[in-house]
T-cell receptor, first 114, second 115 residues
């Protein structure tokens, strides 16, 4: 079945460090790819998305590029802030005859230290 | 900005009791999803509605869980009887149409603790 694999956390970085969170996927078709962020005690918020190969999604300094050849959608940010501390979820969405909701990875807990 | 409303935000119950969660999607969103998120894991789909019809409920434990969206607008997820393993965050999400490019918008969630 379809699945998403993310790097295990927690990931602990110092403020202003460079961030990469790896995400790879397995899908039977051609998915759309998403990154969602979850702050403590809250629901999920869309961070960015990409719907076709080589698309780059970006928002709030975060970027991710849809790489079909490596089935990857790695999240990057050049300089992280303490406020970026949260859990980040990579997800895919495929249209089909049945359910077409998001399939999520297990999440990566990011901790930014001042 | 339009939001997905969920209630209650927190629910503590004893095992074998009944519990219900409510979700009001963004106005005009035809597709509604219920997810369960166990602590430290990613959300997992329980049920998907298109208007008032169930598209998929293959992951819904139907011996104790039920979900309905009678008028194709708001939705209720019920658990009866609750078990210890049901402790989790229950998330509702909605989407305008069944398109891969469309974004799912999530509510703040309902956190269930079963004692």
């Amino acid at each position: 079945g379809d699945s998403v694999t993310q790097m295990e956390g927690p990931v602990t970085l110092s403020e202003e460090a460079f961030l990469t969170i790896n995400c790879t996927y397995t899908a039977t078709g051609y998915p759309s790819l998403f990154w969602y962020v979850q702050y403590p005690g809250e629901g999920l918020q869309l961070l960015l998305k990409a719907t076709k190969a080589d698309d780059k999604g970006s928002n709030k300094g975060f970027e991710a590029t849809y790489r079909k050849e490596t089935t990857s959608f790695h999240l990057e940010k050049g300089s992280v802030q303490v406020s970026d501390s949260a859990v980040y979820f990579c997800a895919l969405r495929l249209l089909g005859g049945g359910a077409d909701g998001l399939t999520f990875g297990k999440g990566t807990h990011l901790i930014i230290q001042p | 900005e339009a939001e997905v409303a969920q209630s209650p935000r927190y629910k503590i119950t004893e095992k074998s009791q009944a519990v219900a969660f409510w979700c009001d999607p963004i106005s005009g969103h035809a597709t509604l999803y219920w997810y369960r998120q166990i602590l430290g894991q990613g959300p997992e789909l329980l049920v998907q509605f298109q208007d008032e019809s169930v598209v998929d409920d293959s992951q819904l434990p139907k011996d104790r869980f039920s979900a309905e969206r009678l008028k194709g607008v708001d939705s209720t997820l019920k658990i009866q009887p609750a078990e210890l393993g049901d402790s989790a965050m229950y998330l509702c999400a909605s989407s305008p149409t069944r398109s891969g490019a469309n974004v799912l918008t999530f509510g703040a969630g309902s956190r269930l603790t079963v004692l």
